[in-house]
């Protein structure tokens, strides 16, 4: 199993609950030192089942260093049966207020960097026949909010990706690409956030955990569908925001800002 963005968050926990089960795994991201921690929690819930893990440092934004991570895992382990592309940034600020080189390396991270992740890996799965690639994208990639332009951007292009392939891959039914969709979710993406806008303090209610994350990627990285929505309502959450977004665009635009703002932002933090 290869994990990009596997030192904090969401990426952390799907490949502790990978070791958990004695995969053996390849754990990818920027700080060497992050994902030796992971390693060692990973190490050590898997040990009992044979566990093994490798780090190799990796930003997902340099397709060159993507495909030395899927080098590796082929090497080391004779396969690579899962990959799982969890890396992602966001910024925050009005579309005019965000300089190009900040919303260049959000759409660089999120969706240059996922498609360098699925090239890599899917060459080798169809190479081996079977393989199972999940692209972890957002509701987001569903419906727009303001103050977010490049994260939405990228969002919305990773699905549309994730569709193109699996219609490239109707081929081979043992290559399969999915996407899971989480909605609010408690990591540190908010703290790392760039840009001038107002980052929230925390996630925006309702929000889940990066473990109920993980938990529905394991799921689909044995059962692929087309997209698995997560939230802490079970995906109604999303699905709610859909239609609102669908259905009534005109009331959405007018509540999403003042919404996110309230429940977002801390106090303080508010005009």
Same mark, same amino acid.
């Given at each position: 199993?290869?994990?990009?963005?596997?030192?904090?968050? !969401?990426?952390?926990?799907?490949?502790?609950? +990978?070791?958990?089960?004695?995969?053996?795994?390849?754990l990818?991201?920027?700080?060497?030192?992050a *994902? &030796?921690?992971?390693?060692?929690?990973?190490? &050590?819930?898997?040990?009992?089942?044979?566990? &093994?893990?490798?780090?190799?440092?990796?930003?997902v934004?340099?397709?060159?260093?993507?495909?030395?991570?899927?080098?590796?895992?082929?090497?080391? +382990?004779?396969?690579?049966?899962?990959?799982?592309?969890?890396?992602? !940034?966001t910024?925050y %600020?009005?579309?005019?207020?965000?300089?190009?080189?900040?919303?260049?390396?959000?759409?660089?991270?999120?969706?240059?960097?996922?498609?360098?992740?699925a090239?890599?890996?899917?060459?080798?799965f169809?190479?081996?026949?079977?393989?199972?690639?999940?692209?972890?994208?957002?509701?987001?990639?569903?419906?727009a909010?303001?103050?977010?332009?490049? /994260?939405?951007?990228?969002?919305?292009?990773?699905?549309?990706?994730?569709?193109? *392939?699996?219609? &490239?891959? @109707?081929?081979?039914?043992?290559? @399969?690409?999915?996407?899971?969709?989480?909605?609010?979710?408690?990591?540190?993406? /908010?703290?790392?956030?760039? %840009?001038?806008?107002?980052?929230?303090?925390?996630?925006?209610?309702?929000?889940?955990?990066?473990?109920t994350?993980a938990?529905? !990627?394991?799921?689909?990285?044995?059962?692929? $569908?087309?997209?698995h929505?997560?939230?802490?309502?079970? $995906?109604? %959450?999303?699905?709610?925001?859909?239609?609102? /977004?669908?259905?009534?665009p005109?009331?959405?635009?007018?509540?999403?800002g003042?919404?996110?703002r309230?429940?977002? *932002?801390?106090?303080?933090d508010?005009?």
């Amino acid at each position: 199993m290869l994990v990009t963005g596997a030192s904090s968050g !969401i990426g952390a926990a799907t490949a502790e609950l +990978f070791a958990a089960r004695g995969d053996s795994l390849v754990l990818c991201a920027r700080s060497e030192d992050a *994902l &030796e921690e992971v390693r060692g929690r990973c190490l &050590e819930v898997g040990a009992a089942r044979g566990a &093994e893990a490798d780090v190799v440092v990796t930003d997902v934004g340099d397709p060159a260093q993507v495909q030395a991570a899927v080098d590796h895992a082929v090497t080391r +382990f004779g396969r690579l049966d899962v990959c799982v592309n969890v890396a992602g !940034i966001t910024a925050y %600020g009005a579309h005019t207020d965000t300089p190009a080189e900040q919303f260049e390396q959000v759409v660089r991270v999120n969706l240059l960097g996922a498609a360098a992740v699925a090239r890599s890996a899917l060459t080798v799965f169809r190479e081996q026949g079977e393989g199972t690639l999940v692209l972890v994208g957002s509701v987001l990639g569903r419906v727009a909010v303001p103050q977010m332009g490049a /994260y939405v951007a990228s969002k919305f292009g990773l699905r549309g990706l994730t569709r193109v *392939l699996q219609q &490239e891959n @109707r081929d081979l039914p043992r290559v @399969r690409v999915t996407t899971v969709a989480p909605g609010s979710v408690r990591t540190g993406i /908010y703290a790392k956030a760039t %840009g001038d806008g107002e980052a929230p303090a925390s996630a925006p209610p309702p929000s889940t955990s990066p473990r109920t994350v993980a938990r529905t !990627i394991v799921r689909a990285s044995l059962r692929p $569908g087309r997209e698995h929505d997560v939230d802490a309502l079970g $995906g109604l %959450g999303n699905r709610a925001l859909r239609a609102g /977004y669908l259905l009534a665009p005109g009331a959405f635009d007018a509540a999403v800002g003042p919404l996110l703002r309230t429940f977002s *932002l801390d106090p303080s933090d508010r005009e």
